[in-house]
């Protein structure tokens, strides 16, 4: 009991210096980073669920050209969560991860086109 007690507190401790790392570099700038934070608003793992700062974590990296946050911040719009809901903006920033080649953003526009 005392071996898994001290095994969590490890683990606890190395996933909240990885978390601290992530926020350091986002908050420097890098787009991944940034990106990754932003997912972890959203999803609220490893952060308590935040829709608002998830949405500016997100529009940082998709600012910097990170495709896989344009189609999520373009998700975002879409659904209202976060940020006021704005099918344009959403179309928006669908369109700019789609010519990257995302597919989700792909399917999306389709989908909205269709």
Known sequence: MIFRSIAL???LAVCALAQTRVREAAEKGDAEAQ???GKTYWFGEGAAQDYVESARWLRM???QGHAVAQYF???IYESGRGVPRNDAEAARWFRK???Q???NAQFKL???YS
């Open 73 to 75: 911040l373009g998700a």
């Open 61 to 63: 990296a998709a600012e």
């Open 9 to 11: 507190g490890l683990l």
């Open 97 to 99: 991860a789609a010519d």
């Open 101 to 103: 080649g995302e597919a």
């Open 35 to 37: 990106f990754s934070l």
């Open 110 to 112: 389709g989908v909205k």
